[in-house]
């Protein structure tokens, strides 16, 4: 696959998003031991720790994930990749992959439904989230147009998620 390549959602795995329970198969609190056995058995092919605390993140780029660890090896963040990973779904709603002021469009109209509760959230780059979801819709590049490519968060990595997974998980990449 060459690095533009978007993958068409029936070549990807389908999951589903159970917000802040699991993402497909993956639960959040699961060790990297679990993950690795609910992918397959498949390992990171690299992984980053924290020297102060042992949180880090792993990228599993042969099924298109980044998976974010807190200290003690429980998982708290899983990143999609726009190109490759998994297509995730909520009820009948692909987010993986997609154009880019659609779903923005959907998580606010989804919002206004959800109100009076605060709903949405903004990263520092603008990108929205969704506070019932614990989604961020970050942005990747596919040649010359950005895709979505959501960060799923478990619900201790909501507050101050942005600094709690650090500036790699939110960049475009």
Same mark, same amino acid.
């Given at each position: 696959?060459?690095?533009?390549?978007?993958?068409?959602?029936?070549?990807?795995?389908?999951?589903?998003l159970d917000p802040f329970v699991s993402v497909g198969p993956l639960r959040f609190g699961m060790s990297r031991s679990e993950v690795?056995?609910?992918? !397959? =058995?498949?390992q990171a092919n690299w992984g980053i720790r924290s020297a102060h605390d042992g949180a880090g993140h792993d990228s599993y780029s042969e099924v298109g994930l980044t998976l974010h660890y807190a200290a003690g090896?429980?998982?708290r963040a899983v990143r999609v990749d726009a190109l490759?990973?998994?297509?995730?779904f909520v009820g009948d709603t692909a987010l993986v992959g997609r154009v880019p002021s659609e779903l923005e469009r959907w998580v606010e109209v989804r919002a206004e439904r959800r109100e009076p509760d605060p709903e949405?959230?903004?990263?520092? !780059? =603008?990108?929205?989230?969704?506070?019932s979801l614990g989604l961020a819709l970050c942005l990747q590049q596919a040649g010359d147009r950005l895709l979505t490519r959501p960060v799923f968060l478990s619900s201790d990595t909501m507050e101050d998620s942005h600094d709690k997974l650090g500036r790699d998980a939110w960049v475009i990449s």
């Open positions: 696959m060459n690095t533009w390549d978007v993958l068409p959602d029936n070549e990807r795995r389908q999951w589903v690795s056995a609910e992918l !397959g =058995g498949i090896d429980q998982l490759g990973g998994p297509q995730v949405l959230f903004y990263l520092p !780059g =603008g990108e929205i989230g969704s506070v």
